[in-house]
């Protein structure tokens, strides 16, 4: 089986997207299938029509002539997609176009499967309109906003079959009028084996970070506004006077940053910080390693209370003891008190008092840490969660069998 995955961006860019998406095509390969990939423009300018990142090869797409022009930019863009994805399925003889989200990949993979009779599985990994509202350039019941839940509607409907990574976004499609037997979740998960469970601290990586002697609330991932990094800087605040070993460090970056420094640099909490900026993939486990509670305090709207996200899943891979606001996403994966601990989203004050409760309970840890593995273990590994495809596949290549000979009946 030939599968052309067509993706927004790829490696050597590092996001949760990009990391599930290498652990779909290892996985996918493990089980003997061929799989291709193709970036959207939106991986930007590169230097070549075809690169290899990390043994993967990817195909890329041109940054369309009219891509800034609001309005016009998304048309040109899924234009410039429709064409690159034709030219490269008819090269490596497609049998399934994998498209995933946003709907701006979606909708040129339907055209182009439509024509070449290629059957299409549209993978929706977050509704882009309320990606849209998160990042400031739309709000929700806007104009914008309902024109892209209609063409993102229009792309579910059109698939022939639909995946995406958790049970609140599945009920977001059935929700839009889509079948439930169309649908497949196929969670978010890790490779165990590529996580150690409670990996020693590294020390010399602590000295540098100046982190000896202090007890460390962190985080890892991206910074962005829906993430609540500033109720964790308000809640250090809050704590320092009754916990003054405390210290927190963030690794990762994004958009959200420059707010996040300036607002510990008001609370006078700037000293008590360490922004370690991102990090190689590779090295990530070693900040971890310094972590004794990890905190993921995502505020709540649309898109967090209907997304699962991944780091809490490393986290508990790791055998980090963890806590995360009580955001549907969150509770997907946390059960409070057994596998990690929930606080009301929002709440800075609730964030603290939940930290100085575990701190005064560490001899529980070991018991929540170990659960947190073994959930893992047993129910989110990327070889269970790949395999589900088998079944979507075949269920894809089965409807676009009948499809094309209903088209062909009637034009023949």
């Not at 704590?239 to 940053?257: C, D, F, I, T, Y």
């Not at 589900?388 to 009948?402: E, I, K, P």
Request: glycine content about 8%; hydrophobic content about 45%.
């Amino acid at each position: 089986m030939r599968i052309l995955h067509i993706f927004d961006h790829s490696l050597p860019l590092h996001s949760g997207y990009a990391f599930r998406s290498v652990a779909i095509l290892r996985e996918q390969r493990e089980l003997g299938w061929e799989t291709s990939h193709l970036t959207t423009a939106r991986q930007g300018t590169c230097a070549a029509a075809e690169e290899e990142v990390d043994g993967w090869s990817f195909f890329r797409t041109e940054v369309a002539a009219l891509s800034f022009v609001p309005g016009l930019g998304e048309v040109c863009e899924m234009a410039e997609t429709a064409r690159r994805i034709a030219a490269v399925a008819r090269r490596v003889k497609a049998d399934i176009l994998h498209a995933h989200s946003p709907v701006l990949n979606a909708l040129p993979a339907l055209a182009v499967g439509r024509r070449l009779g290629i059957p299409v599985v549209y993978e929706m990994r977050a509704s882009w309109e309320d990606a849209a509202v998160d990042h400031g350039s739309t709000r929700e019941g806007s104009l914008r906003y309902r024109l892209s839940r209609t063409l993102e509607s229009l792309a579910l409907r059109g698939a022939d079959r639909i995946t995406t990574i958790c049970e609140g976004l599945r009920r977001d499609i059935e929700a839009r009028g889509i079948r439930a037997d169309k649908i497949t979740v196929i969670p978010n998960a890790v490779d165990t084996a590529s996580f150690s469970f409670d990996l020693p601290a590294d020390q010399l990586l602590r000295r540098d970070l100046g982190l000896e002697g202090a007890t460390v609330l962190g985080f890892v991932g991206s910074f962005y506004a829906y993430e609540g990094l500033d109720l964790l800087i308000e809640a250090l605040a809050e704590m320092l006077p009754r916990q003054p070993a405390l210290k927190l460090l963030l690794v990762g970056g994004g958009s959200h940053e420059p707010m996040l420094r300036r607002l510990a640099a008001d609370l006078g909490v700037a000293d008590k910080i360490v922004f370690a900026g991102r990090v190689p993939n590779s090295q990530v486990q070693n900040y971890y390693s310094l972590i004794d509670l990890l905190a993921y305090p995502r505020r709540s709207m649309r898109l967090t209370e209907t997304v699962t996200p991944l780091k809490p899943l490393e986290a508990m891979a790791l055998g980090r003891m963890l806590l995360a606001s009580d955001v549907g996403g969150h509770r997907e994966l946390i059960c409070d008190g057994k596998t990690g601990f929930l606080f009301p989203a929002g709440d800075a004050g609730a964030l603290a008092r939940t930290v100085e409760a575990l701190l005064a309970r560490r001899d529980e840890w070991d018991k929540v840490r170990k659960a947190g593995r073994r959930f893992v273990e047993r129910e989110r590994t990327w070889t269970r969660s790949v395999a589900r495809y088998a079944d979507v596949y075949a269920g894809a290549l089965a409807s676009g069998r009948t499809r094309n000979a209903f088209k062909d009946f009637h034009t023949g």
